[in-house]
């Protein structure tokens, strides 16, 4: 076990819904970082928060964004949902420095997201 | 699209064989590699990572190989067991958003036959 927990485990969502899906990192673990896997692929980097800021981003509209709170809980919020949206959101937590490629992350097990 | 790729999709061994799992990327400028074991259901677990500057890697039954002239990774399980049977990704350093981030690839499922 990693240590991350992430809920809800599964959501069904219908398109042009909003979702907001929760990620528990271990204790001491500064950065966070957020991934879509759609079925069959790797995972895909979304951004990364650092102490409650947004410390990166990838190739994600607007539309998705996220959130970092003090007691190591994160949020992703996805807006105006589509259906290519469906996938399984991955976040992970490590213990360093922002952006410290090097630095070993933890995955948490994912909420699947499907949008009808 | 992305820049690491896997040669083959899908991978079956017998029990107590040795498995070679092999990657290929593009960036020349990546400097940093990670092997990655995704089991059903759950997240990616970090298996062993090695930086460019090292041609090879071991770790408890696993072996990473770098090949930087032909820009070609690959992980060698030895003696694999039912219990390795998952997805394997491996990973590169990337720059998305202006921040150094994974770029992983598309997996190779490993299945392990007893």
């Known amino acids: 076990e990693t240590g991350v927990t992430q809920s809800p485990t599964h959501l069904i969502k219908t398109r042009g819904q909003q979702v907001t899906l929760r990620c528990s990192s271990q204790?001491?673990?500064?950065?966070v970082s957020w991934y879509q896997q759609a079925l069959g692929q790797g995972p895909q980097f979304i951004f990364q928060?650092?102490?409650?800021?947004?410390?990166g981003r990838g190739n994600f509209p607007p539309r998705f964004s996220g959130l970092q709170f003090p007691n190591y809980s994160s949020e992703l919020n996805v807006n105006a949902l589509e259906l290519d949206d469906s996938a399984l959101y991955l976040c992970?937590?490590?213990?360093?420095?922002?952006?410290?490629?090097?630095?070993?992350?933890?995955f948490g097990p994912g909420t699947r997201l499907t949008v009808l | 699209g992305e820049s690491v790729g896997l040669h083959l999709p899908t991978l079956s061994v017998q029990e107590g064989d040795n498995s070679i799992i092999n990657c290929a990327y593009s960036?020349?400028?990546?400097?940093?590699f990670i092997w990655y074991k995704q089991e059903s259901g759950k997240g990616p677990q970090f298996i062993i990572d090695?930086?460019?500057?090292?041609d090879k890697r071991q770790g408890q039954r696993v072996t990473v190989l770098l090949n930087k002239t032909v820009k070609h990774l690959s992980l060698q399980i030895a003696a694999t067991q039912p219990g390795d049977s998952a997805v394997y990704f491996c990973?590169?350093?990337?720059?998305?958003?202006?921040?150094?981030?994974?770029?992983f690839g598309k997996g190779t499922k490993l299945t392990v036959n007893p």
């Open positions: 992970a937590s490590s213990p360093g420095l922002a952006g410290a490629i090097t630095d070993t992350q933890y």
């Open positions: 204790s001491g673990h500064n950065t």
């Open positions: 928060y650092y102490r409650e800021e947004e410390n």
């Open positions: 960036n020349s400028a990546s400097d940093y």
């Open positions: 090695i930086r460019s500057n090292m």
């Open positions: 990973a590169e350093n990337g720059v998305r958003g202006g921040s150094e981030k994974l770029v």
